[in-house]
């Protein structure tokens, strides 16, 4: 089997204390070797006390998801595995019957438990972080779905630690999936000059995190919470990064179609086809939506629909640069993969103006050549508006559209087990930390 990545022990991250910025700091594997030299081929080894084992459920606005990590105890440990399934839809459907929440993660450990050894049960952790799905929710009743979680892994053979079940902060989803991306395409070596920025785009939020080459970047930020800084390999990091709530996909069709608060009605859009009229859930709702038969239709009134949804909303960071690269997962893959832009297990690297062109072929043909999801053009368009409008990539700017890196989920799910794993925590604002760790780097 081939290793994906050199990853864990001895991975620790120290608050350091601080004002005015989000803060944190990490000594991030000490490696004698560069990223690129530790990708061997094992075989496993006959000692099955040196194999350890970690479950991460990703609960979602639209779906939750299992990843089953399995770490090999080498000189150092080794990423040798990753089991994923997912299943829809998100646990914030079952809003007024939790029960199902727990009826949802009470499948999907079953995954676990087919890849897990039995012997290995009870020292392997299982942990669930929920994302904007839960934080959209009342806080009582995002509790209470939690609670059937808690409650599920309680009852599971698995180790449950105390803080096993929480919904994450919008921050930590940047970060983590900046830190796991970046490790995976080699650029946490000390001999990196550069790194990656990501775009994540979920049902009910979307990340932006980046390193900055331009201090203005940094000094011109709105607010102390869109800086997270910690060390990695003796070196800085001090990334402009931020989480939009009410800014994913699926929250976006309901700010573009003035459905947001709004009951009882049909909810009408020059995004859908004007003889469609369908029902569409999101949230634990179902709303009544439809094309417009009397009004206009296409990619132009389309757009004004999606761009107040971002404009006055999404901040433009100082610096955007085109050389610095970008990968960009979640629901910006699935739509480019839907639209026919990239291929759906290779992925591929498209220009922001793609996304562009291929929303006004299919928003101009909407009568004609109707597309095979309703919600296509609406969604495309959202997503040029989002790049363009939002965080002001230029039209040229070059995405790399991804699923996997190294046959490894592109979302935050590894940086967050080892965030568990090893106690990390990414600190915010103007918190101040009275009894601070340091760290022998």
């Not at 960071?317 to 085109?322: A, T």
Request: charged letters at 20%; hydrophobic letters at 40%.
């Amino acid at each position: 089997m081939e290793a994906v990545a050199a990853l864990l022990l001895p991975l620790l991250l120290c608050a350091l204390p601080g004002h005015g910025r989000a803060q944190a700091g990490s000594s991030l594997l000490d490696l004698t070797h560069g990223i690129g030299g530790l990708l061997p081929r094992l075989s496993r080894p006959a000692n099955h006390s040196r194999i350890h084992y970690a479950v991460m459920f990703d609960a979602g606005s639209t779906g939750t998801r299992i990843h089953v990590y399995t770490f090999i105890q080498n000189k150092l440990p080794i990423l040798d595995n990753e089991m994923f399934q997912s299943i829809k839809p998100g646990l914030s459907a079952y809003v007024n019957s939790p029960e199902m929440a727990g009826h949802t993660v009470r499948m999907l450990l079953k995954v676990a438990k087919q890849t897990v050894p039995r012997v290995e049960w009870k020292r392997t952790p299982v942990i669930l972080r929920a994302t904007a799905g839960l934080r959209l929710l009342p806080k009582q009743r995002a509790h209470a779905l939690l609670d059937q979680v808690q409650h599920v892994f309680d009852e599971s053979p698995f180790l449950v630690p105390d803080d096993s079940v929480s919904i994450m902060d919008g921050t930590n989803e940047g970060v983590l999936a900046w830190i796991t991306m970046n490790f995976l395409t080699g650029h946490l070596s000390p001999q990196s000059q550069k790194t990656v920025g990501i775009l994540d785009l979920g049902g009910g939020s979307t990340q932006i995190t980046f390193l900055p080459k331009l201090r203005k970047t940094i000094e011109s930020v709105p607010s102390a919470d869109y800086v997270a800084r910690f060390d990695v390999f003796n070196s800085s990091f001090e990334l402009y990064t931020y989480s939009y709530l009410g800014n994913g996909l699926m929250a976006a069709r309901l700010g573009a179609l003035g459905a947001l608060g709004a009951k009882g009605t049909v909810f009408k859009s020059s995004c859908l086809p004007k003889k469609f009229r369908d029902e569409w859930s999101f949230g634990g709702l179902t709303y009544q939506v439809s094309g417009d038969p009397e009004g206009l239709s296409g990619y132009k009134p389309c757009y004004l629909e999606v761009q107040k949804v971002v404009q006055g909303v999404i901040h433009q960071p100082h610096e955007l640069q085109d050389t610095s690269a970008f990968y960009a997962f979640s629901y910006y893959f699935d739509r480019a993969v839907d639209a026919g832009l990239i291929d759906g297990e290779r992925g591929g690297r498209l220009e922001v103006r793609d996304f562009k062109r291929r929303a006004k072929e299919i928003c101009n043909k909407l009568t004609s050549s109707p597309p095979s999801g309703p919600f296509l053009c609406l969604d495309l368009t959202y997503i040029t508006a989002l790049l363009k409008d939002g965080f002001g990539f230029k039209e040229t700017t070059v995405l790399q559209l991804t699923k996997k890196v190294r046959n490894v989920e592109a979302s935050w799910a590894l940086g967050a087990i080892l965030d568990h794993l090893h106690n990390m925590k990414i600190h915010r604002g103007d918190e101040t930390f009275p009894n601070p760790v340091t760290c022998d780097l």
